[in-house]
């Protein structure tokens, strides 16, 4: 299996090389940033497996989990997670992981874990069915927490531009999310999403 690693920096990911290298079959391609858009090296690369690594629980974590699964449809990602809330998984999996497994713990279960996912032997819904119960309550319990952060920020007046420069995504993606804000909310542009999201207390 051919695996890449997405991490914060090269000392971790190295860290994570250690750990899984031992895995049957297992070649590590190299490790991308997790600081920066992805998509395009993770596709050159056409990985069988990503580890992405989230080491502080991160929102921009699920933006580049959406990226990887963009860029490798096919491949198998799994996530080395901070916090292993089940509300948290349900989020990671909505935006493409296959498989989560705490990076707490004794690192022999992470190799495990890489060989049974790579070989179709893991299944795991992380509650999914609770998650997708609450949606129903309205609007508001349906939109993720970083689209509850872009509507915020485009209440407060900000741009697509400046949202992605704070939030270190693109302009695309930023648009991706209004795309479905505007589609939970049902509404048609961004003055009435702000309008929306000031009735509600998204902002004051």
């Known amino acids: 299996m051919r695996v890449v690693i997405v991490a914060d920096s090269a000392l971790v990911a190295e860290s994570i090389r250690?750990?899984?290298?031992?895995?049957?079959?297992c070649r590590i391609l190299g490790y991308v940033s997790a600081n920066r858009p992805c998509g395009a090296p993770i596709s050159e690369a056409g990985p069988d497996v990503v580890i992405i690594d989230d080491p502080h629980g991160a929102g921009a974590t699920l933006e580049r989990i959406r990226e990887i699964r963009a860029a490798a449809p096919s491949a198998k990602i799994v996530?080395?997670?901070?916090?292993?809330?089940?509300?948290?998984?349900?989020?990671?999996?909505?935006?493409?992981?296959?498989?989560?497994?705490?990076?707490?713990?004794?690192?022999?279960?992470?190799?495990?874990?890489?060989s049974a996912v790579t070989a179709g032997d893991v299944f795991h819904a992380f509650a999914l069915a609770p998650a997708s119960a609450v949606t129903d309550s309205g609007p508001h319990d349906r939109l993720t927490s970083?689209?509850?952060?872009?509507?915020?920020?485009?209440?407060?007046?900000l741009s697509n531009r400046r949202i992605a420069a704070q939030l270190w995504l693109t302009e695309q993606t930023v648009k991706f999310h209004l795309t479905n804000v505007f589609r939970k909310l049902d509404v048609s542009n961004r003055t009435a999403a702000a309008r929306w999201a000031t009735s509600h207390g998204v902002v004051d």
């Open 18 to 25: 250690g750990i899984v290298r031992h895995a049957p079959g």
């Open 79 to 114: 996530l080395l997670a901070h916090d292993m809330e089940r509300g948290n998984l349900a989020e990671a999996t909505a935006a493409g992981i296959d498989a989560a497994i705490s990076r707490v713990g004794d690192p022999a279960r992470i190799r495990l874990l890489l």
């Open 146 to 157: 970083r689209e509850l952060q872009i509507l915020g920020m485009v209440a407060g007046g």
